[in-house]
């Protein structure tokens, strides 16, 4: 049986969160929309950017156009910060080579766009065991939606069943439940355990994964 995992890359490849929070606060305060509440942020962190800055400033306040250039901007910052101090995650190479020689499919489905995921997967020299890259740009629906992760499986040419996916966000996990896929939660960054709850194994590190751990996830 072909089994394939799919990586969410903010927080669960790259320790991306802070840097994230940075370019957001600069955002708003160079447009001089209000501070956001960290709580708010961390509810909505993971999922695509036109519905969070609504969720967080209102709608109908840029057009999409507008929309469109300040995203842009921000990514654009996002990347300069995580470039300049790449935070990978303890295990994430390591697992990742695990997991390919084992004969497993490897797929990104992430709500970023292609440059952020990019950066991510050329700096840990990671993008040649990867079938499928499925970024923000590729889907209409943002997680809690599945469709992601259904792409990033039809890509691979792997049923939605025979796969399991990371994520450290509750959108995440929730997207990959409603897909039929094996979920895996990663606590201690963005959400904590108890938020994850919903995962079918909540671990605190890649460490703590293994081909063969992912393999028994998929056969319950």
Not at 3 to 31: K, N, P, Q, T
Not at 50 to 73: F, I
Not at 153 to 169: I, M, S, T, W, Y
Request: proline share 6%; with cysteine; charged share 20%.
């Amino acid at each position: 049986m072909k089994c394939a995992v799919i990586f969410d890359v903010d927080g669960v490849l790259v320790d991306s969160y802070a840097a994230h929070r940075e370019a957001w606060r600069a955002m708003a305060a160079a447009e001089g929309l209000p501070l956001f509440e960290e709580a708010d942020f961390r509810r909505l962190f993971g999922t695509l950017s036109k519905p969070m800055m609504e969720s967080l400033w209102g709608a109908g306040r840029y057009t999409d156009a507008q929309l469109a250039v300040l995203n842009d901007r921000r990514e654009a910052a996002y990347r300069e910060i995580v470039a300049a101090d790449f935070p990978a995650m303890p295990g994430a190479c390591e697992l990742l080579a695990a997991l390919h020689a084992d004969g497993f499919g490897l797929a990104v489905g992430s709500s970023g766009p292609p440059e952020n995921v990019g950066l991510v997967l050329d700096r840990l020299r990671v993008r040649p065991l990867f079938g499928a890259v499925v970024t923000g740009r590729d889907v209409r629906q943002g997680k809690p939606d599945p469709e992601v992760f259904l792409t990033a499986a039809a890509r691979l040419g792997v049923a939605p069943e025979c796969c399991a996916v990371v994520e450290d966000a509750p959108p995440g996990v929730a997207a990959a439940n409603r897909a039929g896929m094996a979920s895996i939660g990663m606590a201690g960054g963005q959400a904590p355990a108890r938020d994850l709850a919903a995962a079918r194994l909540v671990v605190q590190t890649l460490v703590e994964l293994s081909p063969a751990v992912i393999r028994r996830l998929i056969g319950r």
